[in-house]
């Protein structure tokens, strides 16, 4: 019985106004600032290796799965410009 009621007492159930707490990580905010959001276009190429490029552009040409997603955000950016929701 004992087990019982020590297993219960923990569902505890909260009133109708219960709000839970926010917490934010400690440093969360300054990662955000430090991190971009996006690596901007071919960004491979600061790096200056001519391998790294020939690797990157046979990877461009024969990926399908890349082609589709490219496909993908060209039509997801048609449609947003023509509802007038990004330049």
Do not use: H, Y
Request: hydrophobic fraction near 50%; charged fraction near 25%.
């Amino acid at each position: 019985m004992r087990r019982a009621l020590a297993l219960f007492a923990g569902c505890a159930v909260v009133g109708p106004d219960f709000v839970p707490p926010l917490i934010e990580a400690e440093g969360s905010s300054l990662l955000a600032t430090q991190i971009p959001r996006a690596l901007p276009d071919e960004w491979w190429r600061a790096l200056k290796d001519p391998a790294l490029d020939k690797v990157i552009e046979a990877a461009e040409v024969g990926n399908l799965d890349l082609a589709i997603a490219r496909t993908r955000i060209d039509a997801t950016r048609a449609a947003l410009q023509e509802r007038g929701l990004e330049s």
